[in-house]
């Protein structure tokens, strides 16, 4: 069983709609983090968050420790936000990272 | 503008053969990475270096070889006993105090055949 757990693994959405990605994960972490990874490969850091929830434009990160459970939420759904997004956990004393094995978002016009 | 640079974007190599993969990033970070991501895998850690003249191993550090000589530059070489080294990777850089967001360059596509 992986460390950091993504679901879905696929989802396609319809301009417009809300979406919600989870990451669940079973270690003890001091930061959780939300990229971005579009076709061409870059990856772009768009939260990381320790508590609480973050928010940036039509992106919502929250996270619940307790519950080792973090959900990353896209309002009002573009087809500019098709890509693969992936949840890493900072565990242990040093900045290593543990990734998820991503969901992919396609949003349809 | 800072940021972190691999070149090239697409490599191709004939089995057997080393290939070194650049990453410079002029962002004054202590701690550079070297991530492999395959199909249906979260990306995996190869090498790692906290500061100059340092480094550990990752979770898949067999096969490959790196140096940290320079402080904007970690270079990683494919060599002949990575059995599997086509793939994408990925280098990332981050500071080792206050914020740790890891920032990640571009990518280099390497095709071995």
């Known amino acids: 069983k992986n460390e950091v757990e993504q679901s879905p693994q696929n989802l396609t959405a319809q301009e417009g709609e809300f979406i919600t990605i989870n990451c669940s994960y079973s270690?003890?972490?001091?930061?959780l983090h939300w990229l971005q990874q579009h076709p061409g490969g870059g990856i772009v850091s768009l939260f990381m968050?320790?508590?609480g929830k973050k928010k940036h434009g039509r992106l919502i990160a929250t996270i619940n420790i307790q519950e080792k459970h973090s959900s990353l939420h896209i309002t009002a759904s573009h087809p500019r936000d098709s890509a693969v997004y992936i949840c890493?956990?900072?565990?242990?004393?040093?900045?290593?990272?543990?990734f998820g094995t991503g969901t992919l978002l396609a949003v349809q016009p | 503008d800072g940021g972190i640079t691999q070149s090239p974007k697409y490599l191709f190599r004939k089995e057997g053969q080393n290939v070194t993969l650049s990453c410079e990033q002029n962002?004054?970070?202590?701690?550079m990475y070297w991530y492999r991501q395959d199909p249906g895998q979260g990306l995996r850690l190869i090498y790692y270096?906290?500061?100059?003249?340092?480094?550990q191993k990752g979770d898949i550090a067999e096969g490959y070889s790196v140096s940290r000589e320079k402080k904007e530059s970690f270079p990683l070489t494919v060599t002949s006993a990575q059995k599997n080294p086509t793939a994408f990777y990925l280098c990332?850089?981050?500071?080792?105090?206050?914020?740790?967001?890891?920032?990640f360059g571009p990518g280099t596509r390497l095709t071995v055949t």
């Open positions: 990332a850089s981050t500071r080792t105090s206050g914020s740790y967001e890891q920032y």
């Open positions: 270690v003890g972490i001091s930061a």
């Open positions: 968050l320790s508590s």
């Open positions: 890493a956990v900072k565990a242990g004393a040093t900045n290593k990272l543990i």
């Open positions: 962002l004054n970070h202590d701690a």
């Open positions: 270096s906290q500061i100059v003249n340092d480094f």
